[in-house]
């Protein structure tokens, strides 16, 4: 992976950013697709036991015949991307402004296995809102970033680089591009490098919305059980950690086992990253073997992130994201103190195809003070990439009262 | 892997067997080893998050520029194999029998990461025991299969090959040898199939030797599972040992629940010769840090070399079978460790470095036949493979009774 930035007179400045992949990446990773060695096929009918076999070969077929990473690359470089290193960490970052000069700033967190591709459609409406159904009331000026060791942000070399680390490093890069005054968006490690920014209280933030209650794994067992919401809910997160969680527990105990094989091969890359949640699975799945897309999850828009993921080469120091934060469960729940306190208003949205989807009662018992909250009537845990434009929604409905 | 064996007419009749490696498929494999595309180095000076860099590089510097399979197939070839269909599923086993007619039959069952590979040093200690400075009476006929899906059994296409099933397939080759009064022993899955043939205690079964014992009493098993605070009245002994089970299912589980769950994400294990290896070394932390310290250039106080590593690892490569052996975690409805029911009689040797290095008060109420128990001074997981000058008096000694 090339890149090409700005020579600096300081690190801590930020530089200017563009894509360019050099092409013979692009035929290495072509020939590597083509000479995969394929497995027997799994002995079920349904994705019980991973990544089915006929989606694969059928994503490794667009890949190596359809796909074109060169439109990706052009669709991120039309947008204004830059570097600054925060922390001894080169953080790469989307920053559109808005022509609305009194947007809010907001700055919004992927998670895995995303990137700032999830993210591309959103730009437009909440930017430009006027061109998208919204007022200019509605304006953001957005910052994406890619997380420490994902995308076109560095991997940390060294211990320490769990979510709430990153959470202070969104803080100072937000000081750092002038706002003392933003909210953050954020879902799945996303929601939990969000969340901590605002137990942090960290400096500027006002208010912040999520998509996914990581609470849940620290205090799931806590929660309500009564309603026929909440049980169904319960009943998710109980499959989750029964028949979910593999690709979870491997990463946060073991990143560099998995990594090898993310590394050496994409098809590797491409299951590790399709077995995420059941409700996903089965929507890429469509795009591939039924030729039927939900929403934005296209076979060009997954595979722009798989293929980012590949020439990045972030299999491992992705997953290792999850090691650090899985210490930091476990030192957090072994110390016995409760998380601290939020003092800023949070806002929640509720899609119905998230792995678990969270009650109302669920995210009051986390956020007792809860500004904003709805149950959308599509989406997944990919909301941003799957329906841009009921998440764009959610997001100027959530903040709305914080202007 | 390309391999003979004799046409038959009848599937279940035993057929002679050769393996047969293309010089295309070696070729193929040092041409991935050679092209492995690396991460960066792991974060850490240990192995809490899997194999280091420096020691897969080693292993694959010493795997594609020195390593040479033909000695171990030469090896094999000097063995005699054959093949079976049992339960509609092709079976490979090497059958030794011994020059002393009234020898023990004995099925010796490896597990996972396993083959028959583990099994060779064994052979002839085992079948020829005067040339190995043992008595004529200390002498078995030795039958060792390889698993279903593993090495060149045949890999099911349909569910339900769990170590239940296998047990009784177990006893029907037994039985198709024409052995109507036999002993069997296991490590690891083999254990756990062993454990199980003694549950189903066909009448030809008159014993069994364990080196991974089903032996943990139900409230320990149950507080380990849960990590919960260990049952009152436990001895120093025993605490040991439930902390070093807490450890490993809090820490060390990772590759059993993806394999457990989705087998068939793990694409890599089957296109990447580097991923196939990791993943195969990351076992438990005793072998993984033993294994490391081969290909490290030191000792891993055992007696393994880097060969019999590469001997194992590229059965597994040349037949394709990481993912089809990792579906047996899948397939299980079994603890690993508590208590099974075995009520024939049980022989039960305890390698130090086992994960579940089962002290005798566990294992007397285990197994209320036993008739032998021993704790070695060194050994871990795959004793017969470490520390055959071990293993196999253990044996001798644990089966003597019952000739």
Redesign the interface.
């Known amino acids: 992976m090339s890149v090409t930035t700005d020579t600096p007179s300081s690190a801590t400045e930020i530089r200017p950013f563009q894509v360019e992949v050099p092409e013979e990446e692009l035929d290495d990773l072509r020939q590597r697709i083509a000479a995969?060695?394929?497995?027997?096929?799994?002995?079920?009918a349904d994705r019980s036991?991973?990544?089915?076999?006929a989606t694969?070969q059928e994503l490794a077929r667009y890949w190596t015949s359809d796909y074109d990473w060169r439109t990706c690359e052009a669709k991120l470089n039309a947008l204004p991307q830059f570097t600054t290193e925060i922390d001894g960490v080169d953080i790469h970052f989307i920053h559109v402004r808005s022509q609305h000069e009194d947007a809010l700033p907001l700055i919004m967190t992927h998670g895995w296995p995303g990137s700032v591709t999830e993210l591309l459609e959103t730009v437009g409406p909440l930017t430009d809102p006027t061109a998208h159904g919204g007022t200019p009331g509605d304006a953001f000026h957005l910052v994406l970033p890619s997380l420490p060791g994902y995308g076109f942000s560095g991997?940390?070399?060294?211990?320490g680089w769990d979510a709430a680390r990153t959470g202070r490093a969104w803080a100072e890069l937000m000081e750092r591009l002038g706002y003392t005054r933003y909210v953050a968006q954020g879902g799945d490690v996303g929601a939990l490098v969000t969340d901590l920014m605002g137990r942090q209280a960290v400096e500027g933030l006002v208010g912040y919305h999520l998509s996914l209650l990581t609470a849940v794994l620290a205090i799931g067992d806590r929660l309500p059980k009564e309603s026929e919401q909440e049980r169904a809910a319960a009943e998710a997160v109980a499959t989750f950690r029964?028949?979910?969680?593999?690709?979870f527990?491997?990463?946060?105990?073991?990143?560099?086992?998995?990594?090898?094989?993310?590394?050496?091969?994409p098809?590797?890359?491409?299951?590790?990253m399709?077995?995420h949640d059941t409700d996903s699975y089965y929507k890429i799945s469509r795009a591939f073997v039924d030729g039927e897309p939900v929403g934005n999850l296209t076979r060009e828009s997954i595979v722009d992130n798989i293929t980012l993921y590949w020439l990045t080469?972030t299999?491992?120091?992705t997953a290792?994201s999850y090691?650090e934060d899985g210490r930091a469960l476990a030192a957090a729940l072994a110390s016995g103190q409760p998380p601290p306190a939020v003092t800023v208003p949070v806002g929640f949205t509720t899609f119905p195809g998230e792995i678990w989807a969270s009650p109302r009662s669920w995210v009051e018992a986390v956020y007792p003070d809860l500004a904003y909250f709805n149950e959308a009537d599509r989406g997944g845990h990919f909301a941003a990439w799957e329906e841009p434009d009921v998440f764009a929604g959610e997001v100027r409905a959530a903040f709305r009262s914080l202007r | 892997m390309s391999v003979t064996t004799e046409k038959s007419l009848d599937a279940t009749a035993i057929r002679p067997f050769t393996g047969e490696t293309p010089q295309a498929d070696l070729d193929d494999l040092r041409a991935r080893i050679v092209a492995t595309r690396w991460p960066e180095k792991e974060t850490v000076d240990d192995l809490s998050q899997g194999p280091r860099l420096a020691t897969m590089q080693a292993l694959a510097r010493y795997w594609a520029e020195e390593y040479d399979w033909s000695k171990c197939e030469e090896r094999l070839d000097a063995l005699p194999h054959f093949i079976t269909e049992i339960d509609g599923l092709d079976i490979h086993f090497i059958h030794v029998r011994s020059e002393h007619e009234d020898a023990l039959p004995l099925i010796v069952s490896h597990g996972w990461p396993g083959s028959i590979v583990e099994q060779l040093k064994i052979i002839d200690p085992l079948t020829n025991p005067t040339a190995h400075g043992a008595s004529a009476a200390d002498a078995f006929h030795l039958v060792i299969p390889s698993l279903p899906g593993y090495g060149f059994s045949g890999k099911p296409t349909t569910t339900g090959w769990d170590a239940v099933r296998i047990a009784s397939a177990w006893t029907e080759l037994m039985k198709r040898l024409g052995y109507t009064r036999f002993a069997a022993q296991g490590g690891d899955w083999g254990a756990i199939v062993v454990d199980q043939m003694g549950v189903q205690a066909s009448p030809e079964l008159i014993g069994i030797h364990t080196n991974m014992p089903g032996a943990v009493p139900a409230d320990v098993h149950a507080a380990v599972l849960s990590g919960g605070p260990a049952p009152a009245g436990l001895t120093d002994e025993e605490t040991r040992i439930y902390e070093n089970l807490k450890v490993f299912f809090a820490t060390d589980v990772g590759y059993a629940q993806e394999m457990g769950t989705h087998p068939q994400a793990l694409y890599g294990i089957a296109d990447s010769p580097v991923g196939l290896a990791a993943w195969m070394i990351d076992h438990d932390a005793a072998s993984m840090e033993g294994i490391s310290r081969v290909f490290d250039g030191e000792d891993d106080g055992w007696g393994l070399t880097r060969d019999d590593v590469l001997d194992n690892i590229t059965l597994y490569w040349l037949t394709n079978t990481g993912i089809s052996s990792g579906r047996i975690y899948r397939e299980n409805k079994l603890g690993f460790y508590d208590v099974k029911g075995v009520s024939i009689p049980v022989a039960v040797s305890i390698f130090p470095d086992e994960i579940d290095a089962a002290p005798r008060s566990w294992v007397e109420q285990a197994y209320p036949k036993l008739m032998h128990y021993n704790q070695l001074e060194k050994g871990g997981h795959f004793a017969a493979w470490q520390v055959p000058e071990l293993f196999v008096p253990e044996v001798r000694t644990g089966l003597r009774s019952l000739r």
């Open positions: 995969t060695r394929w497995p027997s096929k799994e002995l079920v036991q991973g990544v089915q076999l694969i991997e940390p070399t060294e211990l029964e028949d979910g969680f593999g690709y527990l491997e990463m946060a105990t073991r990143p560099q086992t998995i990594g090898y094989a993310l590394l050496d091969s098809v590797a890359l491409a299951a590790w399709l077995d080469g299999g491992p120091s290792r090691w």
